[in-house]
């Protein structure tokens, strides 16, 4: 049993954790993911590590809450337990002296992104960072991500701060006027599937992180295969970072798809009798329109940070 240390509802169904696992603070490095299983009846779920401390003996994660596991890790409070928690698992990020660097992070992207820019900061890398979100209201931790960027850029569906548009219209418009080494790229499929067809062209090499549906972890189950280069891969042991030029991105989201209606059901099998649990920890969950304030006050408009 693992206990949630700090919880909070960063934004809109977007929620953090510190989780008691001392064994794997120990042993994390950036890139690398854990596999949560909520209780003994839950799916085992991969999450992208975003943070770890070796003295309080915890690690961080960042989540979306979509289906009913989310929504079960969603409901539990500070002081709760989690039934298992594997890792760290997946092999860690490549970290060198590129030169200059483009992280590019989202939803719960930023997340695992944190620890992976301040490591590339440390190695002497020169760090732009984008960060997207739908309207200010969805972009956090934007303190954190500029402690270690050289540039930070807030990019934001709705123009409400920084530029309008996504991840990948940053990156087509930069590298139309800067020299990249290499671009990182965390979140959903469909960004880091967009934010690699926007530096294609430019040849930039573009790594992102696969984390889709596992079973063990440890590359035995064969649940998490993906077409890379033409070549089956397991993301679990192979991955979870791949050339985002050489993912089957098709074939990657016909996998994702496979169990929707499943998915569909079970969610609302557990909403039907569960819901009042979000209410009580997450009134943001069960109603974006509250914004940021949990309270139901009309959040500030943000300044973007760009550097």
């Known amino acids: 049993m693992y206990q949630i240390a700090k919880r909070e509802c960063l934004v809109p169904n977007i929620v953090y954790l510190k989780i008691k696992a001392p064994k794997v603070a120990r042993a994390a490095q950036p890139g690398q993911f854990v596999i949560i299983r909520v209780d003994e009846k839950g799916e085992r779920i991969p ?5 770890w401390d070796e003295d309080e003996g915890t690690v961080d994660i960042v989540f979306y809450v979509m289906g009913t596991s989310t929504m079960k890790l969603a409901a539990l409070k500070e002081g709760d337990y989690i039934q298992n928690l594997a890792g760290p698992l997946g092999a860690p990020t490549e ?4 030169g200059k660097v483009i992280c590019a992070c989202g939803c719960f992207g930023i997340g695992p992104s944190l620890p992976l820019i301040k490591a590339l900061k440390e190695k002497g ?3 732009v960072t984008v960060v997207e979100g739908r309207s200010p209201d ?4 934007e303190d954190r991500l500029s402690e270690f960027s050289d540039e930070l850029h807030v990019v934001s569906g709705d123009g409400g701060c920084g530029d309008k548009g996504w991840t990948n219209d940053f990156i087509n418009n930069y590298l139309k006027e800067n020299e990249v080494d290499r671009i990182f790229v965390h979140g959903c499929p469909f960004m880091m599937m967009e934010c690699s067809k926007a530096s294609e062209p430019f040849g930039v090499k573009t790594i992102v992180s696969l984390t889709p549906l ?12 993906v077409e890379v280069g033409g070549e089956t891969k397991f993301a679990c042991v192979d991955g979870p970072d791949f050339d985002g030029h050489e993912v089957n991105w098709e074939t990657l989201a016909l996998r994702l798809k496979q169990f929707i209606p499943e998915e569909n059901r079970s969610h609302m099998l557990w909403d039907r009798d569960n819901w009042h649990k979000l209410m009580e920890t997450s009134p943001q969950i069960c109603n974006p ?3 940021r304030s949990e309270k139901g006050e009309v959040p500030e408009k943000k300044t973007p940070v760009v550097m």
């Open 214 to 225: 596992m079973v063990d972890g440890t590359g035995m189950c064969g649940a998490c295969r």
């Open 95 to 98: 970290i060198d002296n590129f």
């Open 47 to 51: 999450m992208g590590l975003a943070g």
């Open 289 to 291: 329109t509250l914004g």
């Open 138 to 141: 969805f972009i956090f931790w």
């Open 125 to 127: 890398n020169y760090v």
